[in-house]
């Protein structure tokens, strides 16, 4: 049985549905992250099983348990803000004790608690630290102490790590991923960053208008993304329409091979960058002129124009990459490309 279960959850706003009809489980001690634009639903969604919003339609249950009437001060779950919404009065350890004396949990017992909580998040010693004196990452490993305190059954978290500059991000995003798995911690957690997503779940989840789009391993999504919306939302851009026959499809790029069993007939094509290569010109498919390069610190991304076509973005190594302005030849390869399927209209 799932932990979490929600059953055609809607939320309406002024008669709009901002979560429509969603369905959602989360296992025990599965880490699931809900991923989409502003406005796509997904705070709602978390605010909704914590109790903080009231659903329209549907349920959401714990442990098997309707939720339906129960106030979020009894649901058992922990909530982690974007602000972290700290209290300024207390000093740490009155912060992350917090929850542990709302339990009423003895003195020994909130002492002993948070010793072993900021340990935990890398801040031993600092119970008696004020709150103002933290840098940003420390005032988010408090908040975590604190919504971990009280052991919650399901710990969510509301776009945890968006106010922190991006190379802390990274650093602590890897530290929740083996943090929550050495705990067993299960986790619902929403962010608009895909790199945060794919680094901290087991599953992550794409959010379009208030539906889900897609839902699968982070692999499985950036492998097969299941339409337009979502292959743009991950920052894929050479998507294109095409007519698939056998395997290749007709495309404003010209003939591209396609992976054996793609659907047929008119559709959408994606081709990931790595699958456009830099060729000699006798084996090109296509020629194109280095409009501007990018250095992405792993690799340089190169955005290719054809003469009379939508641009295409490359990928290749900082000493392979060639200066803008020159000419080169493009080849496709059928491993990097995706024929998606048809997506609600944008």
């Known amino acids: ?182 705990l067993g911690t299960t986790v619902l957690a929403v962010t608009h960053d895909q790199g945060e997503a794919f680094a901290l779940a087991d599953r992550v989840v794409v959010m379009r208008d208030g539906r889900i789009a897609q839902s699968g391993t982070p692999l499985e999504v950036w492998q097969d993304p299941a339409d337009e919306f979502v292959a743009r939302f991950l920052g894929f851009d050479n998507v294109v329409p095409a007519s698939v026959t056998g395997e290749s499809a007709d495309t404003p790029w010209g003939k591209v091979p396609v992976p054996a069993g793609a659907p047929q007939g008119p559709g959408t094509i994606l081709v990931r960058p790595a699958g456009v290569r830099l060729v000699p010109a006798a084996d090109a498919q296509l020629t194109c002129t280095v409009a501007a390069r990018t250095f992405r610190g792993t690799h340089v991304a190169l955005h290719l124009q054809p003469a009379d076509a939508p641009r295409l973005e490359a990928a290749c190594a900082l000493r392979e990459a060639p200066e803008p302005g020159a000419e080169v030849g493009v080849a496709f390869d059928a491993a990097e490309i995706v024929v998606l399927e048809a997506g609600p209209a944008s």
């Open 1 to 182: 049985m799932a932990l979490l279960e929600l059953d055609d959850a809607t939320v309406r706003f002024g008669g709009r549905a901002v979560l429509d009809d969603v369905d959602l489980a989360v296992a025990e001690h599965e880490i699931v992250c809900v991923l989409g634009p502003s406005g796509s639903g997904k705070s709602t969604l978390l605010r909704a099983v914590a109790g903080l919003q009231p659903l329209d339609g549907g349920r959401v249950s714990l442990d098997g348990r309707d939720q339906t009437g129960v106030p979020a001060h009894k649901r058992g779950v922990g909530l982690m803000f974007q602000d972290h919404q700290l209290f300024p009065q207390r000093d740490v350890g009155g912060n992350v004790a917090f929850g542990l004396r709302m339990h009423g949990a003895s003195r020994d017992e909130q002492a002993s608690r948070v010793r072993e909580l900021l340990a935990l998040v890398g801040l031993p010693g600092a119970e008696h630290r004020a709150v103002a004196a933290l840098s940003g990452g420390e005032q988010q490993r408090v908040a975590l102490a604190r919504a971990l305190a009280p052991r919650p059954r399901l710990l969510m978290l509301d776009e945890p790590l968006g106010q922190l500059d991006r190379s802390l991000r990274e650093r602590l995003v890897v530290e929740l991923r083996e943090l929550f798995g050495d």
